[in-house]
């Protein structure tokens, strides 16, 4: 008889299973933890991005810096009567009154930010040696754009238009024809969070901090 009533009462625990009000907290710990879960993931994946946005900027930089000191060529038109260089270009059709030349660029390479916040950014060649971008400099696969459409450029120091040019052979840094240090704010649009880079003109160092 004792080992019937032991047997009824343990399977009428199991059988009872869980209450409603059990269940309905379960529940709510989990909603819960999933949310705070989702939370973390996108403020983690948000951070991210501006970290991956600003050291595609300075790959971005660095190319240019690259280009200058390794000498690379790039077609210029060029003035017959005089030698002088000028805009990029891909065959003599692009250089009226003068002929295409596969050269150095005489002021080297770099990069030109159009506008702020949210201007273009993108590679350049210094066609004249004048250390700054002109109307035509552009490279043909020197644009840029962000990975996130969230990250954004929001200003500079020197402030835009503004050029940061690497001088050949050793890529010695001008910004805007000056030896000033650069700084490029960087900015999420959603979280409002900032990195800045920072191009040393002197030592030629590009980081972000």
Do not use: W
Not at 21 to 50: H, K, P, Q, T, Y
Not at 92 to 118: A, F, I, M, N, R
Not at 123 to 143: H, I, P, S, W
Not at 189 to 198: E, L, S
């Amino acid at each position: 008889m004792k080992k019937n009533s032991s047997f009824f009462i343990l399977h009428s625990s199991f059988s009872n299973g869980f209450t409603l009000v059990e269940l309905l907290v379960s529940i709510a710990i989990v909603g819960l933890m999933s949310a705070a879960a989702l939370v973390n993931f996108r403020s983690g994946a948000r951070s991210d991005a501006l970290r991956l946005g600003a050291r595609e900027v300075v790959s971005r930089i660095r190319d240019a810096q690259t280009m200058a000191a390794t000498g690379r060529t790039t077609g210029l038109c060029r003035n017959l009567d005089d030698g002088r260089t000028d805009g990029v270009c891909a065959s003599d059709t692009d250089c009226p009154g003068s002929e295409c030349s596969v050269l150095v660029p005489k002021g080297g390479y770099g990069v030109s930010l159009e506008s702020q916040p949210g201007g273009s950014f993108f590679l350049f060649a210094d066609g004249n040696g004048n250390r700054t971008y002109d109307v035509g400099e552009k490279l043909k696969d020197g644009g840029f754009a962000f990975s996130s459409p969230d990250i954004e450029i929001t200003g500079s120091e020197p402030a835009a238009p503004m050029s940061i040019v690497f001088e050949p052979p050793r890529g010695r840094a001008f910004a805007t024809g000056e030896a000033v240090d650069v700084r490029l704010h960087l900015r999420h649009r959603v979280t409002g969070q900032a990195k800045d880079i920072r191009v040393n003109t002197i030592s030629g160092v590009i980081e972000v901090e």
